[in-house]
């Protein structure tokens, strides 16, 4: 059993999240997403959480309804209807399993129902890269501290899923000049 950490998650939680209305369209979302250059937006109503839009969630709608549709559908006709949340005084570990458990990468942070952060997994990661491997859920990777190098273990003509050594973007990645890249920065190279 992993015991706590002593970081708290309103001490590395992002507290200039970007939040949109329930109400806004799934283009919008889009063009907020590339523009802010977010992976995701909450969605909120005079402070409280509504909800929260991410890449996948545009990708899934895309994919089924098509792209002429996407000024459409709102995002609360397709944000998750149940939310999981945590406290900021919450331990850092204590968040890491509600990850694991919900299956989410990232926490809304609320106090008395109000919206004040946004916890995510390069939050903690920025903060305590040893965690890595927890929460991945798994032990594919292992983090060497004492040579710094991750376990490179191939799958399918790609690496497993981590993190890109150039960008920090989570996504499967592939060796290139001896570093792991996501598929984005192999095509900017």
């Not at 609360?76 to 990468?105: E, V």
Request: glycine share 6%; with cysteine.
């Amino acid at each position: 059993m992993v015991k706590d950490i002593g970081i708290k998650v309103g001490d590395i939680m992002t507290r200039d999240f970007i939040s949109v209305k329930p109400e806004i369209n799934l283009l919008e979302c889009a063009k907020i997403m590339m523009k802010k250059r977010v992976g995701s937006l909450i969605l909120e109503e005079k402070d409280e959480l509504k909800g929260i839009i991410t890449e996948k969630d545009i990708i899934w709608a895309l994919t089924k309804k098509g792209q002429k549709d996407l000024k459409k559908i709102k995002c609360s006709d397709i944000s998750p209807r149940k939310m999981t949340t945590i406290k900021p005084n919450a331990d850092l570990m204590t968040a890491i399993k509600l990850m694991q458990k919900s299956k989410f990468r990232r926490l809304p942070v609320v106090v008395k129902d109000k919206l004040v952060g946004l916890l995510t997994l390069k939050d903690i990661l920025r903060v305590e890269p040893a965690l890595f491997e927890i929460t991945q859920g798994h032990s594919t990777w292992q983090i060497r501290e004492e040579n710094n190098k991750i376990k490179r273990k191939k799958h399918s003509g790609k690496f497993d899923y981590g993190v890109c050594e150039e960008c920090g973007k989570q996504d499967f990645l592939e060796l290139l000049d001896g570093k792991l890249l996501c598929e984005v920065c192999i095509e900017k190279i």
